[in-house]
């Protein structure tokens, strides 16, 4: 499974460049980065990861999602193209592929919008399990529902696990077979901690500088 970091901060990418295999931004995680502009937040995450980084179009017409969409996958041939789920982006799905351009279709919040961001090409299907569950409904039953169609059809995008909570979600979307998974720094930070872990190494150490006393008494 591809582990990709939620995020725009580049210090955050660089803290974890290690362990992750690409980055996801959206249009409030770079508003949250003050005094840069897309392009350069972009350019300089692309300069640490050399993996995936999904940038999305922030602009409503096919035909301007269209242009700006060529436009960010020029900034870098890493760069995944990041569309709605909606009418317009699928159709700005299916012309960027057959360009060759890499595309994660975001918002994704049912089976039926999988099969269509497929049906037009996408690298990627973003469905976005914490935002479903916000709402009381099961968001790791939709990524269950999708893996499985896309197996039964023979599909070859992607499903990246999108808008995750907690340790859990990312236990869980590895067990179903998703393709990736992207983490926010505070899930990614969790997935390395065990409170054993952490006590048995306090352990250790306590053991061997007792012996080191013993040794020089
Ligand atoms: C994914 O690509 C999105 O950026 C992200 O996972 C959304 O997560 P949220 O629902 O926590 O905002």
Redesign the pocket.
């Known amino acids: 499974m591809e582990i990709?970091l939620?995020t725009a901060d580049i210090n955050v990418i660089k803290k974890y460049k290690n362990f992750i295999d690409g980055v996801?931004?959206?249009p409030?995680?770079i508003a949250a980065i003050n005094g840069s502009t897309t392009y350069k937040i972009i350019e300089e995450i692309c300069d640490v990861i050399s993996g995936p980084i999904?940038v999305?179009v922030i602009s409503n017409t096919v035909d301007e999602m269209f242009v700006e969409g060529k436009e960010l996958a020029k900034i870098h041939s890493n760069v995944c193209v990041?569309l709605p789920c909606t009418f317009e982006g699928l159709q700005v799905c299916k012309q960027l592929s057959q360009k060759g351009i890499s595309t994660?279709l975001?918002l994704c919040f049912s089976s039926t919008q999988a099969l269509l961001a497929a049906k037009c090409g996408a690298t990627y299907v973003?469905p976005?399990i914490?935002?479903i569950d916000?709402i009381g409904q099961d968001g790791m039953g939709l990524i269950d529902e999708i893996v499985n169609i896309y197996d039964v059809q023979k599909i070859e995008t992607k499903v990246?696990a999108?808008?995750?909570?907690n340790v859990n979600h990312v236990i869980q979307a590895a067990y179903i077979g998703a393709d990736a998974i992207?983490l926010?720094e505070k899930v990614l930070s969790q997935c390395f901690y065990h409170p054993l872990t952490k006590s048995g190494l306090k352990k250790f150490m306590q053991d061997w500088n007792n012996k080191d006393q013993k040794d020089n008494s």
Request: charge should be neutral.
């Open positions: 990709f939620d996801t931004t959206n409030s995680l999904s999305e990041k994660n975001t973003s976005f914490g935002r916000d990246l999108a808008s995750i909570r992207t926010p």
